[in-house]
Structure formats: C-alpha cells, structure tokens
Nanobody, 125 residues
Framework: QVQLVESGGGTVQTGESLRLSCAASGRTFSNYAMGWFRQAPGKERKFVVAISRRGDTTYYADSVKGRFTISRDNAKNTVYLQMNSLKPEDTAVYRC??????????????????WGQGTQVTVSS
C-alpha cells in the first residue's frame, strides 16, 4: 500500500505561484509513476501531468504546459508540482496519484491504484 499526503494548496491571485508537494509512504516510492489531477466544481476530474518512476519522462496537459513543472525526489519520497502564472481556470481540487503503470497515470486514471486526499487551489480574478 501507498499513502499519499499533499500540501501546499491555498488561495492566490492571478499570475502568482504555488508549489504543491505530495509525500508518499508505505511502499518503495521509486517503483511508482506519479501524477497530478484536478477537479473544478461541477466538472469531471482532469489530467494535469505525469512523471515516470525515475523522473526521466514527463507528460503535461496542454492547458498547463509551459506554466507547471512536475519533479520528484525519490530520496525524499516526494513529488512536486510547481505552478506558475496561475489563472482562475486553474482553480480546482488537486490530487496526487501513484501507480506502477505509467500508462495508467497518463491515459487510464480509472485504473490508478493510489490517490491523495486532495488540496484546494483557488486563483482569484
């Protein structure tokens, strides 16, 4: 089992930045691909970004490409999401996810095994 604990969410104004963290425990962190998803009020969950087990491969949704950066530190069992130039459309609950299959994270979210509790990101104006 893998437990995921997120932090770093909050409320910011348009153009500002936030850095989300997802700390993992329970199993060997380096064996899992990781990803971030978000869900706005009244809308379905959407893919944001994924990173492979070693961190050598990443895949971004077009809506965040060039603004968001995912990274991982396997020594710290933590994955990060640096969010710059935030827009009101980025407002959502952000959830961290883990799965042994990178393809599950990128294209098959219904098959993802582990999810974090979610952290709220609100961008005003």
């Amino acid at each position: 089992q893998v437990q995921l604990v997120e932090s770093g969410g909050g409320t910011v104004q348009t153009g500002e930045s936030l850095r989300l963290s997802c700390a993992a425990s329970g199993r060997t962190f380096s064996n899992y691909a990781m990803g971030w998803f978000r869900q706005a009020p009244g809308k379905e969950r959407k893919f944001v970004v994924a990173i492979s087990r070693r961190g050598d491969t990443t895949y971004y949704a077009d809506s965040v490409k060039g603004r968001f950066t995912i990274s991982r530190d396997n020594a710290k069992n933590t994955v990060y999401l640096q969010m710059n130039s935030l827009k009101p459309e980025d407002t959502a609950v952000y959830r961290c996810a883990a799965d042994v299959d990178y393809t599950d994270v990128t294209t098959r979210p219904s098959r993802i095994t582990y999810w974090g509790q979610g952290t709220q990101v609100t961008v005003s104006s």
